[in-house]
């Protein structure tokens, strides 16, 4: 049911409520476009950023900000709203660099509508109600708010978080109805949390709905939580626009207010619930150890990704037996330098390691086939022709890399092994070693993945094999013990975007749709 506005509290009709915000919208983009086309007189390499921020998240943004300008002399201008409201700004003016909502649903939302692309968490919430302290008028839950003897402020919920959440929450409790018809008769509803929360403390109204994290702001105001609301537990977060001019600037930014040694303490300290955050580091730098298959399918995302940062990717292309093991030696104290993230050739080098890492991500799949030169000189068709008298094969090591032990396995399943192992002449470190080897006419055959013959197509012939033991599936991982989980979370969301270049590749995509998300 939509809001009654023609009721005798003042509230205005909705439409012309929404022909003001855009009015407003436009005069303050206006302002904007001005404020932002005088930036160029600032000092070289100095960014000026423009932030929208939902307005009851404005006391921890605004202290952040300031230590920000403070530590690095950036430019920072605030623009402050309901949730809503700032997003129906960004769909006019598609200006600017970051936006602080007080919900993930707004920052959904914008990217549906392609105004956000990066998004960061910051904090938690969750809707009470609150009243003076001491409570005068006795209320204990959502019921008391229907009592007549009760004045009640609730925000907008078609202009701020608070209230969307809200309204949510109660037509789910079957009181929204009630509520709201008891708010337009004997109430008011405000535009964002800060005013709600400000009809309070003067006394006029004898309760609210408002953000725990508003309510511990102010030492006048006690709160009551309630089963009803106890469940809208919301996520405070800052994405980057698709308007910004300067993503490494602006995601530095970002990466600060949500640092857990930066700004996640002055949210914590205004009142709200934090959660474990990135450490703080000017210009970060994550360590990527990569299986030697997937390098030309990531190569060009980590340049990219690390442009866009401003950050540093130290990836470390090998055989996964030689990755792990050296994995493995870190852990055990033997060296430092332990990888932020891995991709594997198959699962079966991460299973591994797999205590050391978050939930894996399968991105992508390629066949094991028999390479040979072009033209097939030995007429081979299957796994049995390798066995021949005389033949001479290489194979991958199955000790340090991932088609060595996928290829034995494969070979024990069709029962060839031994046979093939009496011709095997070489055995390689790594996938990348083995088609060269055809290639020059070292050997006659190798088993190898289809993606690595794509490069010698000219000179190879390859050889389907028709097993289900012929495939290798490339999962993405976070290590647990990484301090720069976010930044790896989105690094991870590049690599999901990437989907054209792994079939550019040779690979199969077959990415489930979620992100790799930290395990409890």
Same mark, same amino acid.
């Given at each position: 049911m939509q809001l009654r506005h023609q009721s005798r509290n003042g509230a205005v009709n909705a439409?012309?409520?929404l022909a003001i915000a855009a009015i407003v919208a436009l005069a303050v983009l206006g302002a904007l476009l001005i404020d932002m086309g005088n930036s160029g007189s600032q000092a070289a390499g100095e960014h000026e950023l423009f932030v929208f921020c939902a307005a009851g998240i404005r006391p921890p943004v605004e202290a952040i900000v300031a230590d920000y300008q403070r530590e690095y002399g950036v430019s920072i201008q605030l623009q402050y709203g309901g949730s809503n409201t700032l997003l129906s700004q960004l769909e006019v003016g598609k200006i600017g660099d970051l936006y602080v909502t007080a919900d993930d649903s707004y920052i959904a939302l914008a990217r549906e509508k392609g105004l956000v692309r990066e998004a960061l968490p910051l904090a938690m919430q969750r809707p009470v109600i609150t009243v003076k302290r001491g409570n005068p008028k006795s209320i204990e839950g959502v019921?008391?708010?229907?009592?007549?003897?009760?004045?009640? !402020?609730?925000a907008n919920p078609d202009q701020a978080a608070v209230g969307k959440v809200t309204r949510k929450l109660l037509r789910q409790s079957g009181h929204w109805d009630r509520l709201e018809a008891h708010v337009i008769d004997n109430g008011v509803f405000k535009p964002t949390v800060p005013e709600v929360a400000?009809?309070?403390k003067i006394g006029s109204v004898d309760a609210a709905?408002?953000?725990d994290s508003t309510a511990h702001q102010h030492d006048d105001l006690e709160v009551i939580r309630t089963p009803e609301l106890d469940g809208g537990l919301s996520h405070v977060m800052i994405g980057l626009l698709t308007s910004t001019k300067q993503p490494a600037a602006a995601l530095r930014f970002a990466r600060y207010i949500a640092a857990r040694d930066k700004g996640l303490q002055t949210f914590a300290q205004k009142g709200f619930e934090t959660g474990d955050g990135d450490?703080?580091?000017e210009s970060p730098e994550l360590t990527f150890f990569c299986g030697s298959v997937n390098r030309q399918a990531v190569e060009s995302t980590i340049q990219e990704f690390e442009q866009r940062e401003g950050v540093r990717i130290n990836t470390v292309y090998n055989g996964c037996g030689i990755l792990t093991a050296q994995m493995q030696a870190i852990a055990g104290g033997q060296q430092g330098g332990?990888?932020?993230t891995y991709m594997a050739c198959d699962l079966y080098y991460l299973q591994t390691v797999e205590e050391m890492f978050q939930d894996a991500v399968n991105v992508s799949d390629t066949e094991l086939v028999i390479a040979v030169p072009a033209g097939n000189p030995k007429n081979l068709q299957s796994l049995e022709d390798l066995t021949a008298d005389g033949l001479t094969v290489s194979l991958g090591q199955p000790d340090q890399c991932t088609i060595g032990v996928l290829t034995r396995q494969l070979l024990e399943s069709e029962g060839v092994y031994e046979a093939v192992m009496q011709n095997v002449v070489t055995e390689t470190p790594s996938s990348a070693m083995l088609v060269p080897t055809v !290639?020059?006419?070292s050997v006659d055959a190798t088993i190898a993945f289809k993606t690595d013959t794509l490069a010698e197509r000219d000179k190879l012939e390859v050889i389907p094999i028709n097993s289900a033991a012929a495939k290798a599936i490339q999962p993405f991982s976070i290590a647990r013990s990484s301090?720069?989980?976010?930044? !790896?979370r989105r690094f991870y969301e590049a690599i999901a975007a990437s989907r054209d270049k792994f079939e550019s590749a040779g690979f199969h995509w077959r990415l489930e749709d979620r992100a790799p998300q930290e395990s409890p």
């Open positions: 439409l012309f409520v019921d008391d708010l229907l009592r007549e003897d009760v004045r009640l !402020a609730v400000s009809d309070v709905i408002i953000w450490s703080w580091s332990f990888p932020d !290639a020059t006419g301090d720069h989980k976010q930044l !790896a």
